[in-house]
């Protein structure tokens, strides 16, 4: 198994030394860019995560994204979005994303989506959404979807 780690170059200085300490393998490699210009590739991984990232992207940037882990993910890859998300309103909706919410939409031009907005970036895609996984131990949420395969 190979991990390719694509960052903004700051972050990947910021990460070298603990990479190294920990690559002995090189199974770990980073590659400095910003998702919105790097050209993934096409047919070229398995699983694609957006980790973190999804909040600081406006809905159309967010499309973007989902277009081109898509176009890179090979048939029946995944694209995995992994994120605050914002909670249908209701007399039970989550504090912590609502703040979460508040925080970005004040920090950047966009902020914390739904669940189902999410699964429409990924459905106009092209890709097939599956499970949401939600975490005891963290506020952030997981949103799968895959790559259906070619017919046989």
Not at 30 to 47: N, T
Not at 76 to 93: I, N, T
Not at 114 to 133: D, H, I, K, N, R
């Amino acid at each position: 198994m190979r991990a390719e780690v694509l960052e903004l170059p700051e972050a990947i200085d910021a990460a070298a030394p603990l990479l190294a300490s920990i690559n002995g393998e090189g199974r770990v490699r980073h590659r400095s860019g910003d998702v919105l210009d790097v050209d993934l590739g096409e047919a070229a991984y398995d699983v694609i995560l957006l980790s973190n990232v999804a909040h600081l992207f406006d809905d159309e940037k967010n499309r973007l994204i989902a277009r081109k882990a898509a176009r890179a993910l090979r048939p029946g890859g995944h694209f995995l979005v992994q994120d605050f998300v914002r909670p249908e309103m209701s007399a039970s909706s989550d504090t912590v994303s609502s703040a979460q919410n508040l925080f970005f939409s004040l920090l950047s031009a966009a902020g914390v989506y739904s669940v189902a907005e999410t699964q429409a970036w990924q459905s106009a895609a092209g890709l097939a959404p599956l499970a949401v996984q939600r975490f005891l131990s963290s506020p952030l949420v997981r949103i799968a979807a895959v790559k259906p395969r070619s017919p046989a």
